[in-house]
């Protein structure tokens, strides 16, 4: 008796652990379980009362009552752990819809990105290549021997010194 009773506690210990580590998430159901259990543990020990005492039939009856809790217990933690699974699932699936919502999120932010370096990249290449080009046209017109070509206007920034250069 002193053995099973060491056992029984052990595991109620155990059982207690694992309640308080489910708590956060399902507290109505770990104090069902709690008390369901307590109701066990009381009926079991009045059971061995009943049996120390030669009351062979209370018991029996008190022990069936006690197995009836157990019962109830077992019914309880399969049901958290249907609920807890189900909410494990449902949270699975937002998460990944989420990521899949930032993924493609992230796919149009990069092609935007991209669209507008190649506008940026155009605007710049424009802005160079029209003067130059210019530029490039006066130069050959001079070195044919056009000292009256067209040079265009001189800017503030490196074609423009080219210019100025020209025009000297």
């Known amino acids: 008796l002193v053995r099973s009773e060491v056992e029984a506690e ?5 059982l207690n652990v694992a309640l308080e580590a489910l708590r ?3 507290p109505a159901a770990v104090n069902a379980i709690e008390s369901e259990v307590e109701s066990m543990v ?3 020990l009045n059971a061995v009362d009943a049996y120390t005492d030669e009351q062979r039939v209370m018991g029996n009856t008190l022990m069936a009552s006690a197995r009836t809790h157990i019962l109830n217990v077992d019914t309880l933690i399969s049901d958290l752990v249907t609920d807890l699974e ?3 699932q449902e ?3 937002q998460t990944i819809t989420a990521a899949r919502q930032t993924e493609r999120n992230s796919i149009w932010i990069t092609a935007l990105a991209s669209l507008l370096g190649l506008m940026l990249t155009g605007l710049v290449i424009r802005s160079i290549r029209r003067p130059l080009g210019a530029l490039v046209t006066a130069m050959g017109e001079i070195t044919r021997g056009n000292l009256d070509a067209e040079i265009p206007l001189a800017g503030h920034d490196e074609i423009g010194s ?7």
Do not use: G, N, Y
């Open 86 to 88: 189900s909410s494990v």
């Open 10 to 14: 052990s595991a109620r210990d155990r």
């Open 162 to 168: 080219m210019t100025r250069t020209l025009s000297l």
């Open 91 to 93: 949270r699975s699936k």
């Open 24 to 26: 956060p998430f399902e």
């Open 42 to 44: 009381v009926q079991s």
